[in-house]
């Protein structure tokens, strides 16, 4: 079970931080992703970390901005955003996923219901 929290509504170029518990599985044998979706469009991947949290990756739309971060001992992954831009509206989502480096939504076993994130101009 993934649990999402931290949504709200932010100014262009203020500062969320997502945070995401899991509980029912062996949290550190998963790899953690961020996945984004607006209305109208599709879910994207945001970003992802590894099992120990020493390799991150990021999409090119967030890069620089946004930063992801887990605590294996919390079972907690975090999505640390700044600099927030009116295009990052959109429901943010963690999911779970037993595949390396993976950053499509069907490599993803498990999935948060999703919080909301709002950014106004």
Known sequence: LLVESGGGLVQAGGSLRLSC????????????????????????????ISWSGGRTYYADSV??????????????????MN???????AVYYCAASNIAGATLTSKYNYWGQGTQVTVSS
């Open 21 to 48: 518990a899991a509980s029912g599985r062996t949290f550190s044998n998963y790899w953690m992703g961020w996945f984004r979706q607006a209305p109208g469009k599709e879910r994207e991947f945001v970003g992802a």
């Open 83 to 89: 600099s927030l831009k009116p295009e990052d509206t």
């Open 63 to 80: 890069k620089g901005r946004f930063t992801i971060s887990r605590d294996n001992a919390k079972n907690m992954v975090y999505l640390q």
